[in-house]
């Protein structure tokens, strides 16, 4: 769905409108951003500007924190409002769904585990790729965060899926390659949404022509 967000408080004002997941929330006009805790802890909804690096443009990003923390969804979007990604995030860690964008178009998703910082090691429950039989893997938690679950990657132009992994603790269990779409899929696809049973038009037999027809 189609959002507009509108950038203020430290920052001049910037109208920005970019397509985001329907639980996207990004702060009103006049909702007070990057405010601190008692503590002096990054507390609620903040929105930042990073500048071009290494080569990569300068992006935007929103989301919230918890006294200190990053929490829940952020979203980072370029000047011109393009889409970049959505990560989950627990205890500022990487935790939950991901999802990478090229010019506003997704083109990858996956899964990441966030791992308890107040422990030395924390316990991941995993899958074996055979037997699915569920066990237990104990990895240390200075590691910040591992891929685990599954991660695809798209055609950001069709949509196709051009591949799809499975991770378990940052461990890749499972690969499967779908090939480039056909060349002309797009085509195929908007050649049959035209046809008339797709219209919900009933289709006649041409005059003169001894047609049977199936019905849809």
Not at 29 to 51: A, C, F, I, P
Not at 150 to 177: M, N, S
Request: proline share 6%; with cysteine; aromatic share 12%.
């Amino acid at each position: 769905m189609r959002r507009t967000i509108f950038f203020g408080g430290l920052f001049s004002l910037q109208l920005l409108t970019v397509s985001l997941d329907a639980q996207t929330r990004p702060p009103e006009r006049d909702e007070k951003v990057n405010l601190y805790d008692e503590q002096g802890k990054k507390h609620g909804t903040w929105v930042t500007s990073t500048g071009p690096q290494k080569g990569e443009p300068a992006f935007s990003e929103f989301g919230r924190f918890e006294h200190g923390k990053k929490l829940g969804p952020w979203y980072k979007i370029t000047r011109e409002g393009e889409l970049i990604a959505i990560e989950h995030f627990k205890n500022d860690l990487l935790d939950g769904e991901v999802k990478y964008y090229d010019r506003g178009k997704l083109y990858c998703s996956g899964h990441y585990h966030g791992l308890n910082p107040v422990q030395e090691f924390d316990t991941i429950v995993v899958i074996h790729p055979e037997t699915y039989l569920e066990s237990y893997r104990v990895v240390a938690s200075d590691k910040g965060t591992v891929k685990h679950g599954t991660w695809k990657y798209f055609d950001p132009a069709t949509g196709h899926t051009l591949r799809e992994e499975e991770y378990q603790v940052d461990e890749l269990v499972f690969r499967k390659d779908f090939g480039p779409a056909p060349a002309d899929s797009a085509f195929i696809k908007k050649r049959e949404m035209s046809l008339p049973h797709k219209k919900g038009k009933k289709a006649a037999a041409p005059p003169g022509k001894a047609v049977s027809y199936t019905k849809y």
